[in-house]
């Protein structure tokens, strides 16, 4: 069965510090990737979604960029934080073709 | 620009009460899909709707697909606390690849 792992599950930075949150999925082959990011109970914001390695498609931020090094790993970052980029950041995956993602856990980012 | 509506925002009731909320639409999608999200927690799938009209039943929760293929709807029967959670709607975008995905209808069920 697929599985979706995301790290760390919480993160605290300070505005301008580097980031880093890791997503890997198993047990699926090229799948289509994605980074959401949420505010408090309300729905989802799409920053970038990939359909293959090396193949990044943004769609919001002006200060994250991501990255597919392997077919199964998605890389979100950022070269310096902003107190706005605080939120719940969720990985998902999708078989190619098919209707449905498949969510991580979360990462919950609070830049102080 | 597909955009789906859900309605109410926020919903509140008593434990054993029945509900439905909304998932509404201008554009016609191929397919629908449920999730409920628990605070602190990645969205789950409960539900894809493909069929116009199309009625799928989850124990005490049924998903309607509207005819036109717009809208859906998600009934609870007997809701319960362990129901509690954001529940939201997603379609597939036409922009190959991507989804569209509602707001949300924050549900809070009371012992």
């Known amino acids: 069965s697929q599985t979706i792992h995301q790290w760390p599950a919480t993160l605290v930075q300070p505005v301008g510090s580097p980031l880093s949150l890791e997503c890997t999925v198993e047990g699926t082959s090229n799948p289509n990737l994605y980074w959401y990011r949420q505010a408090a109970g309300r729905g989802l914001q799409l920053l970038f979604y990939?359909?293959?390695?090396?193949?990044i498609s943004s769609e919001v931020p002006q200060n994250l960029s991501a990255s597919r090094p392997q077919d199964r790993q998605f890389i979100l970052s950022s070269k310096k934080l902003l107190l706005s980029d605080s939120g719940f950041y969720l990985c998902?995956?999708?078989?190619?073709?098919?209707?449905?993602?498949?969510f991580g856990p979360g990462t919950r980012l609070t830049v102080t | 620009t597909q955009l789906l509506e859900q309605s109410p925002q926020f919903l509140s009731i008593q434990e054993g009460e029945n509900l439905t909320v909304y998932c509404n639409s201008s554009?016609?999608?191929?397919?629908l899909q449920w999730y409920r999200q628990e605070p602190g927690e990645g969205p789950v799938l409960l539900v894809t709707v493909v069929t116009g009209g199309e009625v799928k039943k989850l124990k005490r929760l049924t998903f309607q697909f509207g005819d036109a293929r717009k809208d859906s709807s998600l009934h609870i029967t007997a809701a319960q606390p362990g129901d509690t959670g954001l529940y939201l709607c997603a379609g597939p975008n036409t922009n190959a690849g991507k989804s569209t995905f509602g707001d949300g209808t924050t549900l809070t069920v009371k012992p």
């Open positions: 998902a995956w999708r078989i190619q073709g098919a209707y449905e993602q498949y």
């Open positions: 990939s359909v293959g390695i090396g193949q």
């Open positions: 554009s016609v999608f191929s397919s």
